[in-house]
């Protein structure tokens, strides 16, 4: 809801809702109502963070996949996008995604293999890299640099994953750049196409009016 205010009184910030599969186990019996009615606001552009996380497993999977159904259903029905997360789940994730084969939407902070991000794609979604894309030793890289320009986003996961030389810091929105910074390495190609590549393929995801 705090997101919500912001992209009503900001002309530029727009917001999604949804239930974290952490919080999954916690959601009230009326989260599909509540979801329903966030979405009837106009800065509302997205359902999600929705998805699974079986990494931690702070609720129960059966639970994760239940509210990740419901959410998708609500996708569905309003012809949103959906914010989904992803952690050791690639299996379960693919099977829901391929459930609601009308929605679209984009993997959130990815962090899985070559294969997964194929399989998300064709399944009609984008690939979103976060700070982890730049960290040492990451394997991220390696996948990001088979992937087309015009399916990957660039995030932060604000607070969290701040990217190098940040690393360990709390995160914020303006570090997108050093994400967009080592896709344009990855790539071979300047920072300015990463900025429009990326930027052109958010504004038609999430159906965003042109940035004044």
């Known amino acids: 809801k705090e997101c919500l205010l ?4 900001h002309e530029n910030i727009f917001a999604s809702a949804g239930v974290h599969p952490h919080d999954a186990k916690d959601a009230p019996e009326d989260f599909v109502d509540q979801i329903y009615d966030l979405m009837t606001f106009d800065s509302m552009v997205a359902v999600g963070e929705m998805g699974l996380d079986y990494f931690r497993n702070i609720s129960d999977p059966e639970i994760q996949k239940n509210v990740f159904r419901a959410q ?12 989904f997360h992803n952690r050791d789940a690639d299996d379960d994730v693919i099977k829901i995604l391929k459930e609601f084969p009308d929605v679209r939407g984009v993997a959130h902070c990815f962090s899985s293999n070559l294969e997964t991000a194929k399989a998300f794609m064709e399944l009609g979604y984008f690939i979103s890299f976060s700070g982890n894309l730049t960290f040492k030793n990451s394997h991220l890289p390696e996948v990001a640099k088979d992937l087309p320009l015009d399916r990957i986003l660039v995030e932060t996961d604000s607070p969290y994953l701040s990217p190098v030389p940040h690393r360990g810091k709390p995160n914020e929105p303006g570090r997108t750049r050093f994400v967009a910074e080592k896709l344009a390495e990855i790539h071979d190609v300047p920072l300015k196409v990463i900025a429009e590549k990326t930027t052109a393929n958010a504004m038609g995801l999430f159906r965003l009016p042109k940035i004044k």
């Open 6 to 9: 912001m992209g009503e009184s």
């Open 72 to 83: 998708m259903g609500i996708a569905q029905s309003l012809k949103k996008p959906v914010i």
